[in-house]
């Protein structure tokens, strides 16, 4: 390197480990500022969902006494609200899936150089949709323990 800035005095000269090691650096930073916004949106999601939720049942207390009055168990109860979270999951997470991979079309040209194949990973989608899943059946399980316990005849009385 030092061969050939003394030949070309006005270039900008790095040694090809340099460069390599600088921009293994930034992708490095790059990942850990991925993860850190992929936690943050994992855990504002389960938010939302455990807020959802927890409305649904509220809003449904006398549709869930009636259930009660009628015969069904808790576990009936608790399946129902489950099944929806989990529909509500996967829901969410192939629309996620999509628009993430429909954003990643129309950002990666704008920061690649070079023509670059971008292509659908089916594998992160199933995977992407299996966590959505399961996060809404975790952030689901307060609402559907409460709304299993609710007793019928409060629930019919308090509305």
């Not at 991979?101 to 129309?106: F, P, R, S, Y």
């Not at 399961?134 to 559907?144: D, N, T």
Request: glycine share 10%.
């Amino acid at each position: 390197t030092l061969q050939i800035a003394e030949k070309f005095p006005n270039a900008k000269v790095t040694a090809m480990k340099q460069a390599v090691m600088s921009k293994m650096q930034s992708i490095e930073m790059f990942k850990s500022f991925s993860l850190g916004i992929s936690i943050i949106v994992i855990f504002i999601g389960s938010l939302l969902v455990l807020v959802t939720m927890m409305g649904s049942v509220n809003e449904r207390t006398r549709e869930i006494g009636i259930f009660r009055a009628i015969g069904f168990r808790k576990g009936h109860v608790m399946q129902i609200i489950l099944l929806e979270a989990m529909v509500l999951g996967v829901i969410g997470g192939l629309t996620g899936f999509c628009i993430g991979n429909l954003l990643a079309w129309g950002i990666i040209p704008l920061v690649m150089k070079d023509g670059i194949f971008f292509g659908i990973n089916i594998n992160l989608g199933i995977v992407s949709t299996l966590m959505a899943v399961a996060l809404s059946l975790l952030a689901s399980l307060y609402p559907a323990v409460k709304a299993s316990n609710m007793d019928p005849s409060e629930a019919l009385r308090a509305l």
